[in-house]
């Protein structure tokens, strides 16, 4: 049996193997940028919740559908959220917290 933990796995490992989470990774910059121009007061959890989240659990973790042996695990799910995560906007007077 072989364990896939979120030690054992990089971003760059995920990106090898879905390309598609790279642009994804873009599409979270460019998110963010725009979420931090439109509002006075920036929500990451917003940008997070509503454009990113979604279709990262489409590529990695248990919402993937082809049973892939590494991007279907919750390790890669956690590597790819903790990556794209850090890209949001810190929230500010935003009513989210």
């Given at each position: 049996?072989?364990?896939?933990?979120?030690?054992?796995?990089?971003?760059s490992?995920?990106?090898?193997?879905?390309?598609?989470?790279?642009?994804?990774?873009?599409?979270?910059?460019?998110?963010?940028?725009?979420?931090?121009?439109?509002?006075?007061?920036?929500?990451?959890?917003?940008?997070?919740?509503?454009?990113?989240?979604?279709?990262?659990?489409?590529?990695?973790?248990?919402?993937?559908?082809?049973?892939?042996?590494?991007?279907?695990?919750?390790?890669?799910?956690?590597?790819?959220?903790?990556r794209?995560?850090?890209?949001?906007?810190?929230?500010?007077?935003?009513?989210?917290?």
């Amino acid at each position: 049996m072989n364990i896939t933990t979120a030690s054992t796995i990089s971003w760059s490992t995920l990106v090898a193997l879905e390309p598609r989470l790279l642009r994804l990774e873009e599409r979270a910059r460019r998110a963010a940028r725009n979420e931090s121009r439109r509002w006075k007061y920036a929500c990451g959890n917003r940008v997070w919740s509503r454009e990113i989240k979604p279709l990262m659990a489409n590529l990695v973790g248990w919402g993937r559908r082809d049973n892939h042996p590494v991007l279907g695990t919750s390790a890669a799910f956690d590597v790819a959220y903790s990556r794209l995560c850090e890209l949001m906007p810190p929230c500010g007077q935003c009513s989210c917290l």
